[in-house]
């Protein structure tokens, strides 16, 4: 059993402080979630967070992404007071292991978006937030990432061109481009978008 300290423990910490707490996370779920209850429980957390997290050098940023993405999971309207924050740094990430959760949470944020139900991130994701989060997935979709975040950008960007039309004919032409070099994963979806696309 892992003896975690109280979430009350947490409730000053710094950038400094919250920095050595991170190394403490691994890709344990456990870990994960703990942490991500920690900063939902403290929002003054998540400035400090993303603070760690967008210091894009330093491989301790990964682990701030993992944390932000499972808070973001469990609590996606926390984002909301940080979203400027957010769509401006997202395409500065490029550690592999922090690039995969921040394409999630852009998926996450355009699935809710554009999901038909009521919920806060309709009324607070303005256009410039989805212009940096279509800049970020277009980056992503070109630059030689792996399949997870290649495959919720595409899924970001078909719901996205839903909306702005000129999306569709400029990701089918990578799809159509890439198809042949990518995974079988790869393949799998990008037939599925290419097939949403062309209906």
């Keep these: 059993m892992i003896n975690f300290k109280p979430l009350n423990v947490f409730y000053l910490l710094t950038t400094s402080k919250l920095y050595q707490e991170l190394q403490y996370v691994n890709h344990s779920r456990e870990k994960r979630i703990y942490y991500s ?59 592999d292991s922090a690039v995969r959760p921040m394409a999630k949470v852009c998926e996450y944020l355009i699935t809710t978006y554009y999901s038909g139900k ?23 979709m070109i630059n030689d990432e792996k399949i997870a975040p290649k495959a919720y950008s595409m899924n970001c960007l ?13 990701l089918a032409v990578i799809l159509e481009r890439d198809y042949e070099m990518q995974s079988s994963g790869f393949k799998a979806r990008a037939k599925h978008i290419l097939k949403r696309i062309k209906s």
């Design 158 to 170: 078909y719901l996205l061109g839903t909306e702005y039309p000129w999306i569709h004919p400029e």
């Design 37 to 95: 209850s920690l900063v939902i429980d403290n929002p003054k957390l998540i400035d400090p967070l993303l603070e760690i997290l967008f210091t894009v050098d330093d491989k301790l940023s990964c682990k701030a992404a993992w944390v932000f993405e499972f808070m973001c999971s469990k609590q996606l309207e926390a984002i909301i007071p940080h979203l400027d924050k957010f769509t401006e740094n997202v395409s500065t990430v490029h550690y």
């Design 118 to 140: 009521d919920h806060l991130i309709k009324d607070q994701l303005s256009e410039r937030h989805k212009e940096k989060i279509i800049e970020a997935c277009f980056d992503w």
